[in-house]
Structure formats: C-alpha cells, structure tokens
C-alpha cells in the first residue's frame, strides 16, 4: 500500500507542478500591453487569423507591426487552406482567414463563413531548380526532353496543381508532364522542399514561395507565363469582432503597411487602399435613394469603422456639381442617364434596384385619375420633378412625351421640385391635387396617398447604377460599401421602399453575423 | 562404416558449432541490424544537413523556447494523465468479463488506428457541436473561463486522446501478465477489492506503470496532427516542436526544421533513458 500510496502521492504532486509550469499561451516577445479598462482588463479579445502556412513568414513581420502599432494581440494559426477552412467551418473561431489561394475564399463564400475580403497579392508559377544546377532550362519543352526529375503539386490537393494541370490540358501537354512526373506533392512548399533537398531537379512552384529557398532559382517559362495565384484575406461571418478583423484587414491591404512587407517578401502586391486608422468615403446619391440605403449605410459604418458622409441631392444638381469638380468617392445615380452624363469620371457602373413612376393622388383617388392623360383635366393641381435638376423630372418629361400628353400635363403644372419628397409633402399637405414622382417615394404614406401605376410606356421606369470614382482615395472600401449595398440585407430595404431589386443574387456579399 | 564413424567427436564438432554460431549472430545481427542502421543513418543524415550554428539559433528563439516548454509540460500532463486512465482501465479489461468488455477494447483502439487529423476533426467537433443552446466549447470558454479548443488545455487534450489509447493496451498486458491467484489469495484472507488491487496488483504493475508512462509520453511528443486541427499552431501560444518542423518545413526553412527535429531526438532520448533506468532491473 505504500508503495501505491507513493505513486500515487507523486503522480498528483508531479501533475500539479506541470500545471503550475505550464506556459501561459501568451508569449509574444517585444508585446506592447494590451488596452486595458479601468479596473484593469484587458478590453479587447485578440484577433485570431486563420493563415495559410505558406504566408507564414511575411504574416509573422505584418503581425509584429501591427501589434506593436495598436498594441492589439493577433493570434495567428497556420495550416494548410483546406484544413483551416474546415476548422472555420466546425469552430467559427477565427476572425480572418487567409488562404494560399482565393479559390478557398471563394469556397469559404459559397458556404457562408465569408463576408468581406480584400485581394492582397499574386503570385506566378515557375520552375524551381538548384541554383547550381548545370542543365539550362528555357521552357518546360526542355525539361521533358531531358531526363531532369520532375515533381508537382497534386492538382486534387493543391491549388497550383489544379491550375498547372487545367492550364497543361488546354495546351495538350498535360499527359506528356504527368509522365515525366516523378512526384506529386501534398503542398507548393513539398515541391520546393524536393528539389532543395535534391529529390528532385525540377519543379513547379509558385515565385514567392521561392524567397525562403535560397539555393533554389526561378526559371520563368512560357508554358506557364499565365499560371498565377491569387493571395486575398476575408473577414469571417462568425467573428465577434469584425470591425477590429477589417481594421486589421485594411492595415495588411495597405500599400505602405502590409503590402510593403509582401513585397519584401517577393510578392507581387495589388493596389490597394492606403492606409488611414478611420478612412472616410464620400457618397453622392439621388434622393430617392435615401430611404432604402441610410440603415444599409449606417450599418456599413459601423461595421467597418468608417465614416460615410453623404450627399443626397437631385441627379441633376449632383452631376453639376461633379462637373464642377467635387467629384465624391461614389456615387449612386437615380437613373442611369445620370451615370452616363460622368460616365468618364465613374466608369464602370453597377445596376443595383429599378423604381418606376406612379401619379401619386390623395386616398381614395377623389378626381378618379386612371392614366397620365386624366392629369390634364380641367383645374387640376399637378407636382411633377424639375427636369434639370433631377432624374425623376428629367424621366417624368420623357415619359410624358411618349404617352404623348406633354402639351396637355404641363398646363397643369403648378410645381416642379427638385426632389420626389417634396412632392409627397405638398401631396400631404394638400396643396396638389396629382403629383408624377417614385413609387419610393410613396413608401412611407400608403395611409394618405394612392400611387397609380402608369402602364405601356417603359421609359417611366428608372434604373439605379452605383460606380465607385475613377479618383477614390480608397477604392477597396467603396467596392465593399459596393458589396453591402448589394447584400441580401440592401435588397429587403430597397424592396420594403417599393423598388425592384436588379443586382445580381446577394451571393457575393453575404450577411454577416451581427 | 562403423556407428563410431558416422557420430562426430565432442572436439570435431565445436568448429562446426563455432561456425553455426557465427551464421546465426551474423543473419540475426544483419537483418535486426539493418533497421538500427537506417535510424542510425537517418540521425546522421540530419545531423549532416544542419550545423551547429541552425540547433543554437534555433535554442536562441523566444518561440522555440517556448516551443520546448510547452512540449515538455504537456506532453507529462498528457502521459501523467494517461496513466491515471489506463491503469484502472486496464486492470478492468484484464481481470474483468463484462458486458460490452469486447466493445469498449475495440473502442480503445480507434485512436490507434484512426488517421490523426481525423482524430483532431472529431476533437473539434465534439467541442463545437451544438445541442440547442449549449455548446461544449462556449460553455468553457464563457462560463467557465477555460478555453480549450485552439489554447495549451487542447494540446493536451489531442496528445492524451492518442497517448491514453497506447497507455491502455500496455497496462492491459502488464495485468495480464500479473498472476491474478495472488489477488484472489488476498480476498480469501479478506481483503476487499480495492485493497487487493492496492496491496498486490498495483505495486506489481509499477514496471507496466513506467512503460506506460514512457509509451504515452513518447508518443505524446510526435503527435502532430490531432494538434494542427484542435489546439492550431499558433506561435507562442499553441506551438509545441511538432509543430514548429511543420511550419519551418512550410516556409522552406529546412535547417531550422531539421534543427528542430533533432532537439526532439535529444529530448526523447534523455527522457527514454531516465525512465529505462528508473525501469531497470536492480542488480542483486
């Protein structure tokens, strides 16, 4: 029993003392202090980051910035991108996730565990070999023709084994390559690590994975000269902290922040936005737009530790006033005409909803108005929108003029108002009779307003277009404003405001979880 | 030909005996030799591949520091563990005939057998799995204040869910191979059972005991990827040197991961040799 008793005794005791010995998990040499609250504890969880093992040397120096800079603790994981996608999918516990390729990012999309992402970096596919190889090598033509060991990526496992692989079977050589492939590995990293070694002489491999390989060179071939990868970091849908993750995010995408390391690290960067702690975006948006867009807009504000400031005008007074030169980060037209008159300083558009007109009457319809021509009866009091000055009246003279009673309407006319709220305020008020303005518009006062639909003439339908600036400052950021504004979320709102979704399916930016 | 002829003399044999002898050792010692050779040589290799400089930069890191601490801490929490659970659970299967006695045996081999990230995938799920509300891992993390998943408890977690498996077998064969009529004699002479197992199978058991512990421990060391999938392999916080020759391997850097490699060697040897000579055998 004694004997029992002191194995016992010492099996607690040596347990104990492990325990007492065990590290504390956070050992970060040269860690500024965490921000801490009043009573001493620490505020803010850290960031966690799922990170490709293959980006582990750049992301280590770019967490050593950060974490110097804002004293925030970044935790990363590295592994390979299938497994720590799997491991988002099962835990949800990570905040960013970026993979040695975008392809997962898109996987991640797909199942819903990524919202925002960022492009980062590319990288092209070479040959590696020994740096004191004797064989020249020009094309992979010459590596086939010589007995040189080749080893590759698995196209089932790894991405540049896919894309070699689709990229070799629409050339027709993808067979005669696999014959002479003496090896397909697990990872880009495997193949390096081969021909370092000397298992191998050649193999493909991506250029930045090289400039951890000292002995080995990259030989650029033409076979492969549009084989590249590209390196983007997203934000995950079950982060609790996505404003800090985007803070993080933008600092990493950052010309003169993250991606400075990336290139230092042999990458060939993106542009991307540069780097301020709360940047600021300018919005133009047609008036109408209002309505349907403020929640979506607070909410992106929120989330991404911005400021949006925005403008909601006429589409006339806004585009004067671009053509002026106050030209904003972005700008959401009510209609595409609009677009088209600064087509050169927006010029790539998106649709995103559609409005129609209606004449709006008092409820009840009291002067029974069935149709545009019933707006030319005797001594009625008719609002319609200022055609200079906004999309609504520029689109109301067009649709008047081909149901053609222009002529007819116009003598009714007591008001033109640069917007369709003014419009549904003088209707509320009493002071028009009818009034030609946005289904939108109306929204907000079915209780005292009928909206008659203006039937057979297309043009009274306008069409939404949001471009971001040819001249943004940060042109990432107003294509994720982009993004949000296309969400499932964006769509119920504009829906709710009585117009007709037109951007494709909200796939591309999923909810994030709030 | 005489009988005397045909049997050969005491002296004519030995050299054939002598040669016997020497075909025996020689074929024995080749062929259990030649798998002592390729460690040997694999050693050497590693050692080539490296220098001195790449093992005193590699000890020289705050990360592998804390890298070989945290190694050698959990992987004895692990084994410490394991042996807590594998000596009850062995003396069981071994003494015992229950129902469900051959499910529960198979069920301790499927760590054994399973591929390890599989092992580290079941980890995570099981903690992350959710029954209405509850959730294993938020109830630790939030209400209990110990995170497991992705911090220093699920390394150990992942060592002991494979350690414990090997632990138990050899406990197992340790019993079985502990006369149980001396248990019996103490139970006629009133003993309960827990007293017989106190008094006579358990300190007959302590050599099973140190080569559990030894086995667990070992094993503990190399395991890699139930690591990787359910504690990550966070520096400074989750690394352990498994590990980090995973991730130095995954950026190229073949010395360090090398270096890194036979610092583990190192470790297990000294670690081997301390308990085999706790094991010995003492001289009478």
Redesign the interface.
């Known amino acids: 029993m004694n004997r029992s008793l002191t194995i016992l005794i010492a099996s607690v005791a040596a347990l104990a003392g492990l325990v007492w010995l065990t590290p504390s998990g956070r050992m970060r040499p040269g860690l500024p202090a965490a921000k801490t609250d009043a009573q001493g504890n620490t505020t803010a969880p850290p960031l966690v980051v799922f990170c490709a093992a293959s980006n582990r040397a750049v992301m280590e120096a770019v967490r050593a910035d950060y974490e110097a800079e804002f004293g925030v603790l970044v935790n990363v994981q590295y592994g390979p991108s299938q497994t720590l996608l799997a491991n988002l999918e099962v835990s949800g516990a990570a905040d960013l996730y970026l993979p040695a390729d975008d392809s997962y990012l898109d996987l991640g999309r797909d199942k819903r565990l990524i919202v925002e992402t960022i492009p980062v970096a590319e990288m092209h596919a070479v040959l590696a070999m020994a740096k004191d190889s004797t064989t020249k090598v020009a094309s992979l033509a010459d590596v086939l023709a010589s007995d040189l060991k080749l080893v590759q990526a698995n196209p089932e496992a790894a991405a540049i084994g896919k894309l070699t692989k689709d990229l070799l079977t629409e050339a027709g050589t993808w067979d005669a390559v696999r014959e002479r492939t003496i090896a397909f590995k697990g990872t880009v990293n495997e193949v390096a690590n081969d021909v370092q070694i000397g298992a191998a002489d050649v193999g493909i491999v991506y250029d930045a994975v090289l400039t951890t390989y000292p002995k080995l060179i990259a030989v650029r071939v033409p076979e492969l000269a549009n084989l590249s990868a590209h390196i983007a970091i997203g934000v995950a849908s079950s982060s609790e902290q996505p404003q800090r993750a985007l803070h993080f995010m933008r600092y990493l995408s950052a010309p003169e922040k993250g991606l400075k390391r990336y290139e230092e690290f042999g990458f060939q960067t993106v542009a991307g936005d540069p780097w301020t702690d709360a940047p600021e975006l300018t919005l133009y948006a047609g008036s109408m737009l209002r309505p349907a867009i403020e929640r979506t807009l607070a909410e992106f504000q929120d989330r991404e530790g911005v400021r949006v400031t925005t403008v909601f005008n006429g589409c006339g007074i806004l585009v004067a006033q671009m053509k002026a030169g106050h030209v904003p980060d972005a700008y959401f037209a009510c209609d595409s005409e609009f677009m088209q008159q600064v087509h050169d300083l927006f010029p790539a558009p998106t649709d995103v909803s559609q409005n129609e007109l209606v004449i709006l009457v008092p409820k009840g319809n009291p002067q029974q108005i069935k149709s545009l021509l019933d707006l030319s009866k005797e001594g009625l009091r008719v609002g319609i929108g200022h055609e200079k000055q906004c999309a609504m009246g520029w689109l109301t003279q067009k649709t008047l003029k081909e149901g053609g009673v222009q002529t007819e309407v116009m003598k009714n006319v007591t008001v033109q108002t640069p917007t369709g709220d003014m419009l549904v305020n003088q209707m509320r008020a009493g002071s028009l009779d009818a009034a030609v303005a946005y289904l939108s518009n109306a929204a907000g006062s079915a209780k005292e307003l009928d909206a008659i639909r203006i039937t057979n003439i297309p043009c009274s339908v306008a069409t939404q277009p949001y471009a971001v600036a040819q001249s943004a400052k940060y042109p990432r950021l107003a294509e994720r404003l982009q993004q949000r504004l296309k969400s499932a979320e964006s769509q119920s709102q504009f829906e709710s405001q009585g117009f007709v979704w037109k951007a494709r399916p909200a796939t591309a930016a999923v909810a994030p979880k709030e | 030909m005489s009988r005397m002829d045909s049997v050969p003399t005491t002296h004519s044999r030995l050299p054939r005996r002598r040669v016997s002898d020497a075909v025996f050792f020689g074929t024995m010692s080749l062929l259990g030799g030649s798998y002592v050779l390729l460690i040997v040589a694999m050693l050497g290799a590693d050692a080539y591949y490296t220098t001195p400089g790449h093992i005193r930069d590699a000890l020289l890191k705050?990360?592998i520091q804390?890298a070989i601490?945290?190694t050698l801490?959990?992987c004895?929490?692990s084994a410490?563990?394991s042996?807590?659970v594998a000596t009850p659970l062995g003396y069981l299967l071994s003494r015992y005939r229950f129902p469900g006695r051959w499910l529960v045996d198979t069920l301790i081999d499927i760590p054994i057998v399973l591929p390890p990230?599989v092992l580290g995938?079941s980890l995570?799920?099981l903690?992350?799995l959710r029954f209405g509300d509850f959730r294993l891992?938020d109830w630790l993390r939030k209400d209990v204040g110990f995170p497991v998943?992705?911090?220093?408890p699920g390394v150990i977690l992942a060592q002991f869910s494979v350690a414990c498996a090997f632990a138990v077998r050899t406990m197992r064969s340790t019993f079985d191979e502990i006369d149980p009529r001396a248990e019996a004699v103490a139970r006629t002479l009133g003993c309960s059972r827990w007293?017989a197992f106190?008094?006579v199978a358990?300190?007959q058991a302590?050599r099973g005991?140190v080569t559990a512990l030894t086995i667990a421990w070992a094993r503990s060391l190399g395991e890699f990827g139930p690591i990787?999938?359910f504690a990550?392999?966070?520096?400074?916080?989750?690394e352990v040197l498994s590990t980090t020759v995973?991730?130095e391997?995954?950026?190229?850097?073949?010395e360090a991961s090398v270096a890194v490699s036979l610092l583990m060697v190192a470790m297990a040897v000294i670690v081997l040799v301390v308990l085999r000579a706790l094991h010995a055998e003492p001289r009478s």
């Open positions: 705050p990360e804390y601490r945290l801490v959990s004895s929490i410490i563990l042996i807590w990230l995938l995570l799920i903690f992350h891992e998943t992705y911090a220093v007293q106190f008094y358990f300190p302590w005991i990787l999938v990550g392999a966070t520096r400074g916080q989750t995973f991730l391997l995954s950026v190229g850097n073949l």
